[in-house]
């Protein structure tokens, strides 16, 4: 049955506008992104192969973020255009995510900023190293990636993580990065990085509040650890 020969009330476009965004299945969402199907398949089914690309169940969207256009064009019915659109929602999502700043977003606590990154990095497949740059208020002013490495691992020069901050003479940074496993717990060379920064922030006047590891729903403060 054609999408158009489905009563409004069932159609992925109506079905939003009648009873809003939340009402409708992962399936009719990805539908009305796609939002034609082919001859031989709607756009819900379409959305439906799209789902069942790494999972059985289709109730978790998370695999998204990580499949390739090359493999969406792989569906039939999922062109070069489908597919880029579908990799352009995932990263707005990703984006919606991330703290504005006009948010005037104040840090407390290393919760605050782990709640605040979370979302944005605990399904990352690489190490991302950010620093956070913060005004004597620890009021966010920046926050900026340095840093992209492996699934296991990320280089971080102290000159190229402090540039920016010293150009806006800011007197506190944060330290932030992810661990791929899910697991946030700091290893050796976690450790080493920390004292690394920690030292050059130092010797040009820049106070290192925090070095704090993302997993996936969880988080450690490399600085709490050590007061343990």
């Given at each position: ?60 969207l998370r695999f998204l973020q990580d499949v390739s256009i090359t493999e969406l064009m792989q569906i039939k019915g999922i062109g070069r255009v489908k597919a880029i659109q579908l990799k ?114 130092e010797l040009v006047g820049i106070q290192m509040l925090d070095h704090i590891i993302i997993g996936d729903g969880n988080y450690q403060s490399i600085f709490a650890k050590r007061k343990e």
């Amino acid at each position: 049955m054609k999408i158009k020969e489905l009563p409004q009330s069932e159609r992925p476009y109506e079905k939003l506008e009648m009873y809003s965004a939340n009402r409708l299945s992962n399936a009719e969402l990805l539908a009305i992104v796609i939002k034609s199907g082919t001859k031989e398949h709607t756009s819900i089914e379409l959305a439906q192969k799209i789902l069942n690309l790494k999972q059985e169940n289709g109730t978790n969207l998370r695999f998204l973020q990580d499949v390739s256009i090359t493999e969406l064009m792989q569906i039939k019915g999922i062109g070069r255009v489908k597919a880029i659109q579908l990799k352009a929602i995932c990263e707005l999502a990703k984006r919606m995510a991330r703290p504005l700043r006009e948010m005037q977003v104040v840090i407390h606590t290393p919760e605050d900023l782990a709640n605040l990154l979370m979302e944005e990095l605990r399904y990352e497949k690489r190490e991302i190293v950010k620093v956070v740059i913060l005004n004597t208020k620890n009021k966010i002013l920046k926050i900026e990636d340095i840093s992209l490495g492996g699934a296991n691992h990320a280089s971080l020069v102290p000159k190229d993580a402090l540039s920016e901050a010293i150009k806006m003479c800011a007197p506190k940074i944060i330290l932030v990065h992810n661990h791929p496993s899910g697991d946030p717990t700091p290893s050796k060379s976690d450790y080493h990085m920390t004292d690394r920064m920690y030292d050059a922030a130092e010797l040009v006047g820049i106070q290192m509040l925090d070095h704090i590891i993302i997993g996936d729903g969880n988080y450690q403060s490399i600085f709490a650890k050590r007061k343990e």
